[in-house]
T-cell receptor
Framework: NAGVTQTPKFRILKIGQSMTLQCTQDMNHNYMYWYRQDPGMGLKLIYYSVGAGITDKGEVPNGYNVSRSTTEDFPLRLELAAPSQTSVYFC???????????FGQGTRLTVV | DAKTTQPPSMDCAEGRAANLPCNHSTISGNEYVYWYRQIHSQGPQYIIHGLKNNETNEMASLIITEDRKSSTLILPHATLRDTAVYYCIATPYGNNRLAFGKGNQVVVIP
C-alpha cells in the first residue's frame, strides 16, 4: 500500500527556473492538499482540491499553480522559482470531512 | 479556526506516560480537536481527534475538558520513537484545511 507518493525527494533549482512537484495517491481520496514547511515552522497550505477538476487557493498560493485532472494525481507547478520558495513541500490526501489526512514524505526544494 | 496554544517543547521519560497539553479557550461548538505528529521532518502523521468525549485508539488517548477549552494527549508508554513535534489543531467539521502551528517538540529521554 503506497499511500501518498511524492517525487522528487530533493531538488535544487536556479532562480527563474520552473519545475513540477509530483504527488499521487492510491487510496481513492477525493481531497488533496499541498503544504510548505519552512525551517522551524509549521505547515502552511498552498492549494487544495476537493475532487478532479476542482482546485482552490490556500494560505500561501502566490508563485504556484496546481491542476487536478485525475483523482490520483495533484501536481504542483512552480513557474519562476525564487529563493523564498526554498522549503519542504508536503502533499496530503483524505476523504474529506473530519477524516485523517495522509501525508507524503516531502520534497526538499532549494532555490539558488 | 480556534487558536491553540502548546508549550514549545517538553521532555518525557521513556516507559512513562507522556501528557501533552493544548489550550483552545476560544473553541466553538462545531470545532474538533485534532492531533498530528511529525517525526524528524517526515510528513505529519495523524494520531487522534475528538469533539467533546474522550477518545482512545492504539496510539494515544485524548482527554477534552468538559468546557472544551483545553485538552491533553496521552501517550501511555512513551518510547524513543515517540520523539517528534506534536501539533494540536482545532477546526470545524468539514474544514479540511488543517492549520499547523509550531507545535510542541517532545523528546523522550531514556
Amino acid at each position: 500500500n503506497a499511500g501518498v507518493t511524492q517525487t522528487p525527494k530533493f531538488r535544487i533549482l536556479k532562480i527563474g527556473q520552473s519545475m513540477t512537484l509530483q504527488c499521487t495517491q492510491d487510496m481513492n481520496h477525493n481531497y488533496m492538499y499541498w503544504y510548505r514547511q519552512d525551517p522551524g515552522m509549521g505547515l502552511k497550505l498552498i492549494y487544495y482540491s476537493v475532487g478532479a477538476g476542482i482546485t482552490d487557493k490556500g494560505e500561501v498560493p502566490n508563485g504556484y499553480n496546481v491542476s487536478r485532472s485525475t483523482t490520483e494525481d495533484f501536481p504542483l507547478r512552480l513557474e519562476l522559482a525564487a529563493p523564498s520558495q526554498t522549503s519542504v513541500y508536503f502533499c496530503a490526501s483524505n476523504y474529506g470531512g473530519n477524516t485523517e489526512a495522509f501525508f507524503g514524505q516531502g520534497t526538499r526544494l532549494t532555490v539558488v | 479556526d480556534a487558536k491553540t496554544t502548546q508549550p514549545p517543547s517538553m521532555d518525557c521519560a521513556e516507559g512513562r506516560a507522556a501528557n501533552l497539553p493544548c489550550n483552545h479557550s476560544t473553541i466553538s461548538g462545531n470545532e474538533y480537536v485534532y492531533w498530528y505528529r511529525q517525526i524528524h521532518s517526515q510528513g505529519p502523521q495523524y494520531i487522534i481527534h475528538g469533539l467533546k468525549n474522550n477518545e482512545t485508539n492504539e496510539m494515544a488517548s485524548l482527554i477534552i475538558t468538559e468546557d472544551r477549552k483545553s485538552s491533553t494527549l496521552i501517550l501511555p508508554h512513551a518510547t524513543l520513537r515517540d520523539t517528534a513535534v506534536y501539533y494540536c489543531i482545532a477546526t470545524p467539521y468539514g474544514n479540511n484545511r488543517l492549520a499547523f502551528g509550531k507545535g510542541n517538540q517532545v523528546v523522550v529521554i531514556p
